[in-house]
T-cell receptor, first 114, second 114 residues
């Protein structure tokens, strides 16, 4: 069964600073990988997804993520954080061939200081 | 509709009561998913519908939980004999097809069992 670990529960960065949120997954084959963002009182919004091909994936809102098979990681990055990026970020993994069941990590809460 | 609509947004019920949570997916989306998000956790898969049928209900925690989608559009999650441990945010998502990876989530229904 697949699993996801987000080792950082809470991260604080200054506005304008770079950001990296960690995600490690466990899955026997090449997984489908996702990053979602959840703002208070809002539903989950898809930031980006990886299925195959180029291991550097570009998403919305200036985010990108890199799939590293050797490290079983799919870290989310942004070169310059904006105050509006403060939210909860979830990494998720789906089984190859179907995304009917995603397994989510426990999330990383991002706080942005001005 | 423009997005996934979930009603009610909040529901408070007494222990032992029956509740129904409704999800109205994006028009034309054949795949519909229910997830449950407990406080401080990532969403956990409950059930997935393809059309009218439940293609995967392996995440339903016990037989008190049941979901239907009789006409392949609106879905209702039903919880019998509610328990305090059922308190969570119940999220619904839809996608154009099972292979349209990356769902659109609703804002969720916050269920509180007192």
């Amino acid at each position: 069964a697949q699993s996801v670990t987000q080792p950082d529960i809470h991260i604080t960065v200054s506005e304008g600073a770079s950001l990296e949120l960690r995600c490690n997954y466990s899955y026997g084959a090449t997984p489908y990988l996702f990053w979602y963002v959840q703002s208070p009182g809002q539903g989950l919004q898809l930031l980006l997804k990886y299925f195959s091909g180029d291991t550097l994936v570009q998403g919305i809102k200036g985010f990108e993520a890199e799939f590293k098979r050797s490290q079983s990681s799919f870290n989310l990055r942004k070169p310059s954080v904006h105050w509006s990026d403060a939210a909860e970020y979830f990494c998720a993994v789906g089984a190859t061939g179907t995304a009917s069941k995603l397994t989510f990590g426990t999330g990383t809460r991002l706080q942005v200081t001005l | 509709g423009a997005g996934v609509s979930q009603t009610p947004s909040n529901k408070v019920t007494e222990k032992g009561k029956y509740v129904e949570l409704r999800c109205d997916p994006i028009s034309g989306h054949t795949a519909l998913y229910w997830y449950r998000q407990s406080l401080g956790q990532g969403p956990e898969f409950l059930i997935y519908f393809q059309g009218t049928g439940a293609a995967d209900d392996s995440g339903l925690p016990n037989d008190r939980f049941f979901a239907v989608r009789p006409e392949g559009s609106v879905s209702t999650l039903k919880i019998q004999r509610t328990e305090r441990g059922d308190s969570a945010v119940y999220l619904c998502a839809s996608s154009l097809s099972p292979r349209d990876y990356g769902y659109t989530f609703g804002s969720g229904t916050r269920l509180t069992v007192v």
